[in-house]
């Protein structure tokens, strides 16, 4: 699978560039940008977002303290209101249970307002903000205590990997982004677990089953595409996550009726292993119409929030009820009872002839090889979630959709 490959070579080639808590600047700091979620270059871990102007690193040795190399970030009256620079923790976690201040160096010559952030938590642990305010004197040691975070944001209490760092702060935002240059350094916090790289998929997903002509698909090896504008996001997450639930958030378009809904996936997540999820139009019962579906958002996590690792997605698609043809009467004689099923499914046909039937999970896996049977079908193995029960009677064949409680 492309994105595999992908993944792994980036993850390769980014092992080599590490930095120690505290971060000094000194070395094993890369630049780059972060543009629609995607980091460039993607080994980057000191990098710009929403519209500020850049992130390097500088040589400050002419400077009283000397400071040597110290982080530069530059923002623009032209880009976001939250504007930000992140530091991607490649070596170790910042540790927040027990002691929750971050201690950094800022300088700047004029007064302004910051939002300092931690993302990307190692457990369940929530992102958390706070804000502290330089007075403009040049280098000044600041602590940012986040026993006390901003109003609304949680205590953290989880290891973290990802700093964020917002130099065009206000409350909520309110004041528009300026033009400035301040620079941070000596970043110090306790320090965490050592950051591993994440497990690859040993092998690409099952390939779907479902005839190319009941499937509108965006994403996949195996259906031609029709690609949306963007297959990512810009909201300052670092990472997707592994998850015991996802769910699927559908935004509908135009904006004049602007409106989302959340469903959540009836299949639970497997670790290390690719498992399929479907979710009906039909149970986003909010939309008002469907013919203008602006956004897919996959939200990926535990019940209780933070992140769990790292997830693969593969197979993006929109499907229907296959084609009709030369087996519809059959098909539409035949009937599963009850369905969702737990433990034996009764299935019912216009005469009472055996039946050869056969069951595939939503990944087109085989799980119930093929067996004849009269009028009932053991289900206890199959896990929950939607299958696909093939039945073959005589000359006729049909397919029903099953779901398994």
Do not use: R
């Not at 085989?366 to 073959?392: A, D, E, R, W, Y």
């Amino acid at each position: 699978m492309k994105k595999i490959t992908l993944l792994l070579t980036l993850l390769l080639t980014s092992m080599g560039f590490s930095q120690t808590i505290p971060v000094t600047f000194q070395s094993d700091i890369t630049n780059g940008a972060k543009s629609n979620g995607t980091v460039t270059p993607a080994n980057a871990n000191w990098y710009s977002d929403s519209g500020l102007t850049s992130t390097t690193v500088e040589d400050l040795a002419s400077d009283t303290p000397d400071h040597m190399n110290a982080g530069k970030i530059i923002s623009s009256s032209t880009g976001q209101k939250w504007q930000n620079a992140q530091l991607l923790m490649t070596n170790n976690y910042m540790d927040l249970t027990t002691n929750k201040t971050i201690t950094l160096d800022v300088y700047s010559d004029n007064a302004q307002d910051f939002l300092l952030k931690v993302e990307e938590s190692l457990g369940t642990g929530a992102n958390s903000e706070k804000s502290f305010s330089h007075q403009g004197s040049g280098w000044e040691t600041i602590m940012v205590d986040f026993t006390t975070p901003n109003s609304g944001q949680p205590v953290p209490n989880d290891q973290y990997k990802l700093l964020v760092i917002f130099p065009c702060y206000s409350p909520n935002f309110v004041n528009a982004a300026f033009d400035s240059t301040t620079y941070v350094d000596n970043i110090s916090t306790a320090i965490g677990n050592a950051i591993t790289a994440p497990a690859v998929p040993s092998s690409g997903a099952p390939a779907p089953t479902n005839t190319a002509a009941d499937v509108y698909s965006l994403f996949g090896d195996t259906y031609t595409n029709t690609a949306p504008s963007s297959y990512s996001q810009n909201w300052g997450q670092g990472t997707v996550s592994d998850y015991t639930a996802g769910s699927d958030d559908i935004d509908e378009f135009p904006n004049t009726n602007d409106s989302e809904f959340e469903v959540q996936s009836s299949t639970t997540q497997s670790a290390e292993a690719w498992v399929g999820h479907d979710f009906a139009i039909a149970d986003f019962t909010g939309l008002t119409g469907t013919a203008n579906l602006g956004q897919i958002q996959v939200l990926l996590g535990s019940a209780t929030g933070g992140t769990m690792g790292d997830a693969y997605i593969d197979n993006i698609y929109f499907w229907k009820a296959p084609t009709a043809g030369v087996d519809d009467f059959f098909a539409n004689a035949v009937k599963l009872h009850p369905n969702p099923a737990y433990g034996v499914v009764n299935i019912s046909t216009p005469t009472n002839a055996a039946l050869e039937v056969s069951v595939h999970d939503l990944l087109g896996k085989l799980v119930i090889p093929v067996q004849t049977i009269q009028s009932q079908l053991n289900i206890s193995s199959l896990n929950p979630g939607m299958h696909f029960v093939n039945m073959k009677q005589g000359t006729n064949t049909a397919t029903k959709k099953l779901l398994v409680n």
